[in-house]
């Protein structure tokens, strides 16, 4: 049961590997523990989490589980969207009368600000000069650039085909959540370090070596902890955010642009978010540096009462 929901979601609802295996992780997880407290309807010789006899209270039942073991508030919170997906599926297809997960709760998340280089960092490590003779130097101050400077996700950039990289119209086509497509601007610097990448590339593994626009020096294409750990390496020591990672070049993508003027709807089409509520977390991160910014100017601001 659980297999064919996941076929569902790949197949009728185009939704992205990672998506999918989150999901099933999700799920699996439930039935285990299901199956290991013996709740009803979900013993071990069946072939799925789900039955009549589940009710919100056994639901609920695995939610404290996890909080007793550490699991947080963010995790709790998708694998309760997923029961409810999973339920809602088997109602519409398999004659599940009612959704146990529907009325699940749990406590609201705090609003964390997203952690964000700032752009003098930014700018120190992107003008430091690198081998430009060296094929791994130049690939990865290049990767660093295009997180910077396009705001992709990291699963976009690794997935970046060579033939989505336009030099003639300075744009690149990438994938995004869902599979949807979106393009992306970018500017003459980065331009003229695309073609410095690929000339090297194409000199050390050939030309047909790999469909991808970044790859190893075997020409394989790069994977996720490879391009986490380049980012990490280059950021780690000099820059005073928090993490070190590509979804930070991401944030600071989005709130340079906001600080400098740019349009919010343009923003969230640049990266791709499907809702603009999303974006709207950036123009709080930019009223916090303005905020930061006047207490620390304004002669008035650092006066004290009394």
């Known amino acids: 049961m659980i297999d064919a929901f996941l076929t569902y979601l790949r197949c009728e609802l185009n939704l992205s590997d990672h998506t999918v295996l989150s999901y099933g992780s999700d799920l699996h997880q439930w039935y285990n523990f299901a199956a290991s407290v013996g709740l009803a309807g979900c013993t071990s010789t069946n072939d799925s989490p789900v039955a009549e006899q589940v009710t919100i209270n056994d639901l609920r039942l695995w939610i404290a589980f996890m909080a007793s073991e550490g699991i947080t508030t963010r995790s709790i919170r998708r694998k309760i969207q997923s029961l409810r997906a999973f339920y809602k599926y088997l109602m519409r297809r398999h004659g599940l009368q ?40 130049t690939r990865n101050h290049l990767i660093i650039d295009m997180f910077y400077s396009t705001g992709m996700r990291c699963s976009e950039l690794i997935g970046l085909l060579d033939a989505d990289v336009n030099l003639q119209r300075c744009e690149l086509k990438v994938l995004g959540k869902r599979n949807k497509e979106r393009i992306i601007p970018f500017g003459e610097e980065m331009r003229t370090l695309i073609i410095e990448y690929r000339k090297l590339r194409d000199d050390k593994i050939g030309t047909a070596a790999s469909p991808h626009f970044f790859v190893r020096p075997d020409g394989r294409p790069l994977y996720r902890n490879l391009a986490y750990r380049i980012v990490h390496d280059t950021l780690s020591g000099r820059v005073t955010a928090e993490k070190c990672s590509p979804h930070v070049l991401r944030h600071s993508f989005a709130t340079d642009m906001l600080n400098n003027g740019a349009d919010i709807t343009a923003v969230q089409q640049l990266l791709g978010h499907q809702s ?24 008035r601001a650092q006066k004290s009462g009394g």
Request: proline share 8%; net charge negative; aromatic share 10%.
């Open 98 to 137: 009612s959704n146990p997960a529907a009325e699940l709760t749990t406590a609201r998340m705090p609003k964390h600000l997203p952690s964000f280089i700032r752009p003098e960092q930014t700018e120190k490590i992107l003008d430091e000069d690198y081998d430009h003779n060296d094929f791994t130097e």
């Open 276 to 299: 603009l509520s999303t974006t709207q977390i950036y123009t709080h991160l930019s009223y916090r540096e303005l905020l930061n910014n006047y207490k620390l100017a304004h002669p």
